[in-house]
């Protein structure tokens, strides 16, 4: 018995790394090796990214300094959904925002468009507008979203002729959220999109795409089937993302705004042995089309706009504006 | 034996008892076949590792409980004994650095038949198979979208026991020895990097899996010393269970050995409306 233990156990073996610059460096890159999903997307040489970064672990560099070599690693994919998270610090790929325009200002749409006055539930700040659109700010896919909140939000807007969805800097959050909000914008089963995740080490070993669908919401809860301009931003990431991408593809829906952040990976976390935790895009997430969105979602062909700083200092947003105007002169009816 | 003694007077007291009892034909009457039970508390550490939450081996402290109730079988009770077994068991685990909490939770049921020979010198060796459900996770709080690796498993084991009669000074005492081996089953487990958030959305394609010594490895060990104080004994013991995995390149690995002790005891049910004959033979599911 004790010699079948010992083989069994043996066949099962899991690699260990020494508490050391050296182990944990290498840790660190064999865990991304094997489980990060956009290596060939992304065109990363990981290899090489070893080699490059290997050369600067030496055995009495600090903590403080390892972890800055490894934070520089992690940037090379250029990916906001990976970080490296110590007790001093968390590493995070602000690039993929921050060369980009805000194109929102919570402040001005508060003050010149709601004139501070709005209803606020499960995560959602709305209002009638005075072009009688409905305008919905949803700040955080992180926040639940009840189906009694959209039950209140939707009836409260009933009137409106078009409503707007406003997810500008909405950084994303539970996947679960997108699907509740969907659901309130299709009367039948609708191929929301693909997920595909890694079989094995393998930078090229992933399952075969998976379609996913998203049915109405229960008979009773109230629909909407008018005019809806959600409006994007850089800072629309991950959840945000994944809801834009499947809002575009439905009818009456157009996308306002720049694009999207992207960060289709939906993020796996691991560990070092020192005890700095890991996170990392493991599974991507497609649209309905099977193409990825990992780089951003566009606008609608012709809904393209930013927010013009000089007219935000004379209180327009210039997205809101546009989706307005959009909306009301019956151009977004495809 | 004197304990056997002991459950014979049990048993002639409980029949003194139902005196207004209907007699019966005393040529019917079976053997007794008592119930051997036991409650045991186990206490002791873990290791755990499991490659879908961290590559990182924690370790910690193991404490549950298990039930047992052996007896011996109907139609052939001087051969067969039939075990039934329940367990929970809790493991509070922490990483190398200690910044880190993992805790696995499981429970297990499982029922068995096993034939058993008598050796001199008052040892009794039993063989022979068992099938059980093992249920639970591992938790590591610090992740988010992978934060539980759920182990389930249908299991059709070897199993046996076996038990040495002897004293300790003047009390009785009962040693026994019991392994159990998974031999093979169904065990389930996510892919290499699959998300519960897409078996959520409907991927349940390849969760089952057959389970072999290559790919589930298990092996429960129990050794126990009941000391008899009565009708009652204190059970006092050793436990060791190593479960280790893989499929799918994920490999699970969780060790405990814990301290057991408990309360055993051999227990009859009678029938007041139906009188026991004093002949009756009392036959053990121990011994």
Known sequence: MTVIAVTACGCHKVDEWDNNPQGNFEALWTILDEHYCFFEEKGVDWDATHDKYASKINPKMTQRELFFVCADMLDELKDGHTNLISSFNTSYYRKWWSDYPENYSERLVEQYYLNFNYLSTGGLDYAILPQNVGYVRYGSFANPVGEGNLDNVLFYLESCDALIIDIRNNGGGNMTNVETLVRRFITDRTLAGYISHKTGPGHDDFSKPYAYYFDPADKGRIMWGKPVAVLTSRGTFSAANNFVSIMKYLPRVSIIGSTTGGGSGMPFNSELPNGWGVRFSACSVLDCKGVSTEFGIDPTPGCEVDLDPQAALDGHDTILDFAVDYLTSGASVR | ?287
């Open chain 2, 1 to 287: 034996m004197r304990l056997l003694l002991r459950i014979r007077l049990l048993a002639i007291s409980l029949i003194a008892m139902s005196a207004m009892a209907p007699a019966v034909d005393a040529a019917a009457e079976e053997p007794v076949r008592p119930v051997t039970s036991a409650y045991m508390f186990n206490i002791g550490g873990a290791k755990l590792v499991n490659t879908y939450l961290t590559p990182i081996k924690y370790s910690g402290i193991d404490f549950g409980f298990a039930y047992e109730r052996m007896q011996a079988m109907k139609f052939d009770p001087d051969r067969w004994v039939m075990r039934l077994t329940a367990s929970v068991d809790m493991n509070k685990t922490e990483n190398p650095v200690r910044n880190a909490d993992m805790w696995r939770l499981v429970g297990d049921v499982s029922w068995g038949m096993t034939y058993r020979w008598r050796l001199p010198f008052g040892i009794v060796v039993a063989a022979g198979g068992s099938t059980g459900i093992d249920l639970g996770c591992m938790y590591n709080p610090r992740n988010g979208n992978n934060p539980v690796a759920v182990e389930a498993a249908w299991t059709v084991n070897a199993t046996g026991y076996a038990t040495w009669q002897t004293k300790v000074g003047r009390i009785p005492v009962t040693l026994k020895y019991q392994p159990t081996v998974p031999v093979a089953g169904v065990f389930f487990s996510p892919d290499y990097g699959e998300l519960f958030y897409e078996i959520y959305l409907g991927n349940h394609s390849g969760l089952a899996h057959f389970a072999w010594w290559g790919s589930y490895f298990r092996m429960d060990n129990l050794l126990t010393a009941d000391l008899h104080f009565g009708a009652t004994a204190l059970r006092l013991g050793f436990r060791s269970d190593l479960l280790s995995t893989k499929v799918n390149n994920i490999v699970t690995r969780a060790v405990t050995y814990s301290a057991v002790v408990g309360v055993a005891g051999e227990w009859m049910s009678l029938n007041p409306k139906k009188r026991l004959d004093p002949k009756a033979r009392i036959i053990s599911a121990l011994y």
